[in-house]
Nanobody, 127 residues
Framework: QVHLVESGGGLVQAGGSLRLSCAAS????????MGWFRQAPGSEREIVAA????????FLADSVKGRFTISRDNPVNTIYLQMTNLKSEDTAIYYC????????????????????WGQGTQVTVSS
């Protein structure tokens, strides 16, 4: 099973930017659709972004559309979440995840369909 490790979180002021990375090992991410999820205190885990195996299809939650971008670099086995114009509502633990046995040009927005998860990285936005 693929092993995932997130990095790049931290404390930023509202309006700032962060770039999260998720490095994979043990398996190639080229065979996985990938996603970013987040969980804020008192809230359920929610989908933030998703990307298909070949990067031809992407998804962004309405709450982050126009501010966040998901991308992947299969040769270096890494996916990214570029976050701009951060808001206090973005404060959460961010997780990357891999969905096994998906079609090349599809993705999933349901957390139950993801097979592997990273440990999470904390993003805190101050106002």
């Amino acid at each position: 099973q693929v092993h995932l490790v997130e990095s790049g979180g931290g404390l930023v002021q509202a309006g700032g930017s962060l770039r999260l990375s998720c490095a994979a090992s043990r398996r190639s991410i080229s065979v996985y659709a990938m996603g970013w999820f987040r969980q804020a205190p008192g809230s359920e885990r929610e989908i933030v972004a998703a990307i298909s195996r070949n990067a031809q299809s992407t998804f962004l939650a309405d709450s982050v559309k126009g501010r966040f971008t998901i991308s992947r670099d299969n040769p270096v086995n890494t996916i990214y979440l570029q976050m701009t114009n951060l808001k206090s509502e973005d404060t959460a633990i961010y997780y990357c995840a891999a969905a096994w046995a998906t079609l090349p040009d599809t993705y999933s927005t349901r957390h139950t369909e993801y097979n592997s998860w990273g440990q999470g990285t904390q993003v805190t936005v101050s106002s």
